[in-house]
């Protein structure tokens, strides 16, 4: 492997793609240190998910309450703080901290992306949920024990389902 000055293919405003020798793939323009995505359980336990339409898959996608670590929150926010913010404005559940189980890269034969999953600790119901005035989130607090099950179902109905949801699933059912 040569260490090589990466061609930039082409410049969007969130994106760019490069070439790097033999390898063309996806970096981010803005968000350098990623996105958090947040496994919230609340008492129940139930496992508090996230349903929106995403146009790059052309339909709607089931997924953890995450964010870009792009600074909405300022220019010092941290990952932690993201979590936090995000799962509130997705949600509409609050919580008292997060804790950092994971940090890994989304998919690494095709961006640069990074990943930081955080356990939401003590959670409380604030609001209905919903993401910002831009956004069209729907809230889905789905019993631990019927996941799969309700999972499947979507699937079914055509709904698309990040497989990180699955690794949210697996922390909510084994913890650290």
Do not use: K
């Amino acid at each position: 492997m040569t260490n090589t000055t990466p061609e930039v293919l082409y410049a969007g405003r969130y994106l760019r793609l490069v070439r790097d020798g033999r390898w063309e793939f996806v970096q981010r323009v803005i968000a350098p240190q990623g996105a958090v995505q947040v496994i919230a359980v609340t008492a129940e336990p139930a496992l508090v998910l996230v349903e929106q339409f995403r146009p790059p898959v052309g339909g709607r996608v089931i997924e953890l309450p995450a964010g870009l670590i792009d600074g909405d929150g300022g220019p010092d926010e941290t990952a932690e703080a993201t979590a936090i913010r995000e799962l509130e404005e997705e949600t509409g559940f609050r919580c008292a901290r997060v804790r950092q189980v994971h940090r890994g890269p989304t998919s690494p034969g095709s961006s640069n992306e990074f990943n930081t999953f955080f356990v939401a600790e003590e959670l409380e119901r604030v609001s209905a949920g919903g993401g910002l005035d831009s956004e069209d989130i729907t809230v889905h607090c789905v019993p631990l024990a019927e996941a799969p099950s309700w999972l499947a179902a979507r699937q079914a109905e055509g709904l698309w389902v990040d497989p990180r949801v699955f690794m949210g699933l697996y922390w909510a059912n084994t913890g650290p």
